[in-house]
């Protein structure tokens, strides 16, 4: 009994070895995100079905609640990639930093707008609608920020004059509309949810999904010296992206329930509806790629902004050499 007990010790401690081993042999890298969200769900199911794992890479989800926070850790060397617009890639061209869009994860504008319950427009006349009013935007800087100030130029309406901004942190908007601070707000799940659940806010009045069609919105971005210096890395990012994009689509349930663990304190019922909805608005990426069309919706929006200063071609700062060598490959 006890050789078999010395056995199965040693064969334990030889096994943690190994496991520590192959985890040592893992390459940590750094993803930030501006916020932690359901959108970014495919990012988490890569994560929690061990696709980084099998591409040699042990990949963390570093959340920065700004709206350049992300970019510039990923241009201080504090990330090796950001989750968000390609517009941030483009802000950075135009300052001198050279980054790249390299797959695709939210390939649909990820914002509603609500008001107050009750109290949304009784027709699509917006600039009527949002006219005096206070809206809030979120953090200046970010897409739904510069996706509200777009679409008020559209209606030839005035910030600051037209209509009042706050630029705050999204999860703001629920105590500001239920204390009447704001009237409307951008918003996104699984906080458009929790309003409509907590009768803050009524179903959304306007449906950047439904209303503007294809939007690079949410692209993973890394350095052009990454891509340049240390290739091997971004490509095995890439792939475990689209494996994550494949396996949320083709398993919904499985990437409901790592939704679950991500975000434990949300009800089953709000849960449940969030997704729904972001099934139901082709909310992700399928494949990975960035269409040409989709960067040149993401554009409009941030020159129609006046965020953008300056035109921005997508080769620019789009790299898809990475999505169409997994593509390939997969045939």
Not at 91 to 99: H, I, R, T
Not at 107 to 115: C, K, P, Q, T
Not at 183 to 202: F, K, S
Not at 234 to 251: C, D, N, S
Request: charged share 20%.
């Amino acid at each position: 009994m006890r050789l078999v007990l010395k056995g199965m010790l040693a064969a334990t401690a030889l096994l943690a070895g190994s496991m520590a081993v192959q985890a040592a042999a893992l390459k940590q890298i750094v993803i930030a995100e501006p916020v932690h969200g359901t959108g970014y769900l495919p990012l988490y199911v890569a994560v929690h079905k061990g696709y980084f794992a099998a591409e040699g890479l042990d990949a963390k989800i570093l959340t920065v609640e700004s709206g350049s926070g992300h970019t510039n850790a990923v241009l201080a060397g504090q990330a090796f990639a950001f989750i968000g617009g390609p517009e941030h890639d483009a802000y950075a061209k135009l300052q001198g930093g050279e980054l790249r869009s390299v797959v695709n994860v939210v390939d649909r504008g990820n914002v509603y707008f609500v008001a107050a319950q009750g109290k949304g427009p009784k027709n699509k006349n917006y600039a009527a609608y949002f006219k005096g009013k206070t809206v809030e935007a979120g953090f200046y800087g970010g897409t739904p920020n510069s996706i509200t100030r777009y679409l008020l130029k559209s209606w030839r309406l005035k910030v600051g004059k037209d209509v009042s901004l706050r630029e705050s942190t999204p999860a703001a908007a629920l105590a500001e509309i239920k204390v009447g601070q704001v009237q409307i707000a951008n918003t996104y799940e699984p906080l458009l949810t929790q309003g409509v659940r907590q009768g803050i806010w009524g179903q959304p009045f306007y449906s950047v999904p439904k209303e503007m069609g294809p939007y690079a919105y949410s692209t993973l971005n890394v350095a052009l010296k990454s891509i340049q210096q240390d290739p091997g890395t971004v490509r095995a990012m890439v792939r475990a992206v689209i494996m994550g994009l494949h396996e949320t689509y083709a398993h919904p349930d499985e990437a409901a329930a790592i939704a679950r663990e991500e975000f434990p304190t949300m009800s089953p019922d709000d849960m449940k509806a969030t997704l729904d909805r972001s099934f139901a608005d082709n909310l992700w990426s399928h494949d990975g790629m960035i269409s040409r069309a989709s960067w040149a919706t993401a554009e409009k929006v941030v020159r129609g902004a006046n965020l953008l200063k300056a035109d921005v071609s997508y080769d620019a700062i789009i790299d898809m050499s990475f999505v169409t060598a997994k593509a390939a490959s997969d045939r």
